[in-house]
């Protein structure tokens, strides 16, 4: 199947500083990715829709200028968490969707742990 | 996007055949039937899909009564490697939007 990476896996940072996650696709154009968060024995959680040279859609509750999102290219949207507290220690997980005529399938990523200290 | 139910959790030992049934009532004309199997830190993966009768893959069998209102994914002679959450998730099969229900832990002993 399709692959989607993270990077990084893993990072911890201090509070009020910001934080900056990729989400490549590597062998497929994406103009379509999302962004979800995980807390711990916890189901996702959609935060966004992450659309190639458009604005991110947000879901309600998600504050989009905490979360800022941008999919400057076909194979990579960033998710920025800015001015970051420990409640945004999370395990985020971005997606993408591969188009075909008759069905889309959506690929995961493997995922970031998100340690704000 | 239809809501769906499913059991927090289940044992199993392995070998055994494992089957988790998802509730999903309100399963729209156009919506199809989907499951992921995440471990821990890890993103989601793909299972299953379907849209009425049952499907069957290398991985899994997925049984959908005629009425589409619940599905059961089957997982057969499961083994350590299986235990994981499950997640039944419906919607269009061009779908893209996904929401997660709670997930169905399955644990699966020796």
């Known amino acids: 199947g399709a692959v989607v990476s993270q990077h990084p896996s893993r990072v911890i940072c201090k509070s009020g500083t910001s934080v900056k996650i990729e989400c490549r696709s590597l062998d497929f154009q994406a103009t379509t990715m999302f962004w979800y968060r995980q807390f711990p024995k916890q189901s996702l959680m959609l935060m966004a829709t992450?659309?190639?040279?458009?604005?991110?859609?947000?879901e309600q509750g998600v504050e989009k200028d905490k979360f800022l999102i941008n999919h400057a290219s076909l194979t990579l949207s960033t998710l920025t968490v800015t001015s970051a507290h420990p409640e945004d220690s999370s395990f985020y997980i971005c997606?993408?969707?591969?188009?075909?005529?008759?069905?889309?399938?959506?690929?995961f990523g493997p995922g970031t742990r998100l340690t704000v200290l | 996007l239809a809501k769906t139910t499913q059991p927090i959790s289940m044992d199993s030992y392995e070998g055994q055949e494992v089957n988790i049934t998802c509730s999903h009532n309100?399963?729209?004309?156009?919506?199809?039937i989907t499951w992921y199997q995440q471990f821990p830190s890890q993103g989601p993966r793909f299972i299953i899909q379907?849209?009425?009768t049952k499907v069957t893959n290398e991985v899994a069998s997925l049984f959908i009564p005629a009425d589409r209102k619940s599905s059961t994914l089957s997982l057969p002679r499961v083994s350590l490697s299986d235990t994981a959450v499950y997640y039944c998730l419906v919607g269009e099969a061009g779908f893209q939007k996904l929401v997660f229900g709670t997930g169905t832990r399955l644990l699966v002993s020796p």
């Open positions: 997606s993408a969707v591969i188009l075909r005529d008759s069905d889309n399938e959506q690929f």
């Open positions: 992450s659309n190639e040279g458009s604005k991110a859609t947000y």
């Open positions: 309100n399963i729209a004309t156009n919506d199809y």
């Open positions: 379907g849209y009425k």
